[in-house]
């Protein structure tokens, strides 16, 4: 059983930053990409920002130059830096884990945690 427990968040201003972080816990044997989807009320959940075991990184093209996604490969966690925050960033961000893929099915998924962004 894995499980992907997350930290940061909160209440932020616009235009002030955040660290978000993510660590698997449990047997694990692979975990090919690692990153954030979010979700905003009335909205679909989309992936902001992912990374593979090789630092191949993606991002949301609204969060581009704004965030930046890290992970150990070795402590199998991951950290996503966002500035420049606006409140069209609020949202509940979701940690994924995807075994094999690229994340756009993970097999892993933390509790949650809300960014608020103030304006």
């Known amino acids: 059983q894995v499980q992907l427990v997350e930290s940061g968040g909160g209440l932020v201003q616009a235009g002030g930053s955040l660290r978000l972080s993510c660590a698997a816990r449990?047997?694990?044997?692979?975990?090919?990409?690692m990153g954030w989807y979010r979700q905003a009320p009335g909205k679909q959940r989309e992936m902001v920002a992912s990374i593979t075991r090789g630092g191949r990184t993606n991002y949301l093209d609204s969060v581009k130059g704004r965030a930046t996604i890290s992970r150990d490969n070795a402590k199998f966690t991951a950290a996503l830096q966002m500035s420049s925050l606006k409140p069209d960033d609020t949202a509940v961000y979701y940690c994924?884990?995807?075994?094999w893929g690229n994340g756009l099915d993970p097999d892993y998924w933390g509790q949650g945690t809300q960014v608020t962004v103030s304006s």
């Open positions: 449990g047997i694990i044997f692979n975990i090919e990409t």
């Open positions: 994924f884990g995807d075994k």
